[in-house]
């Protein structure tokens, strides 16, 4: 069960937020008056800010490393969708970029960084030795997917993927974060409580 509190403003009584009409009405008055009104939802806005400042982590331990590089290039230009602000540390990136091949030696360090990482937090993994051990399926050293250690939320196949299918990847997580509410709803790695 959801809880949504009701927004008191002094004003404008809660009922009229529900009529469209009362609220174009209002519009007009102050656009006549000469005040420039926009109206729309703040979690709109707020999410295409998240979604268009990205920051990532990266975890490269191989060849989709060298593919990583190769799309923060001038070539590439990963800037021009607003995650090319790699961090060094987790407490400062809001996802984690895990390319190429995770050993179950390297299994706890990323799981260390994710902890470490704060709210909300995403995941993608890039190559075939991130999504299913690629390569090395059905070795005993190789994690078969890093969604066995992490909830990912967006994977990219290849081997190496092309920097192009990196750049398609990026966008869908950026689609993902803008349709997440920020207000007024449940988290979406949380779950419901029952009552």
Known sequence: MEITK?????????????????LEKLIQELNAGGANVLV?????????????????????????????M???SARYDMARFGFEVT???????????VNGTITYKMAPVLKRLYDQMADPKYVVAVGGC????????KSYHVVQGVDQILPVDVYVPGCPPRPEAFLY?????????????????VNRKEKETEE
């Not at 961090?87 to 970029?97: E, Y």
């Not at 993902?176 to 709803?185: A, D, L, P, R």
């Open 70 to 72: 190769a799309v923060a």
């Open 6 to 22: 009701r927004p008191k403003i002094k004003s404008i009584p809660y009922e009229d937020f529900q009529d469209n009409e009362t």
């Open 169 to 185: 990847g990026m966008m869908q997580l950026q689609r993902k974060v803008k349709i997440e509410k920020f207000f007024g709803g």
């Open 87 to 97: 961090r060094n540390s987790p407490r400062q990136a809001d996802v984690i970029l």
């Open 130 to 137: 991130a999504v299913s051990g690629g390569p090395f399926r």
């Open 40 to 68: 729309g939802a703040l979690d709109d806005l707020i999410d295409w800010g998240r979604s268009n400042s990205l920051w990532p982590l990266t975890f490269a331990t191989s060849c989709c490393g060298i593919e990583f």
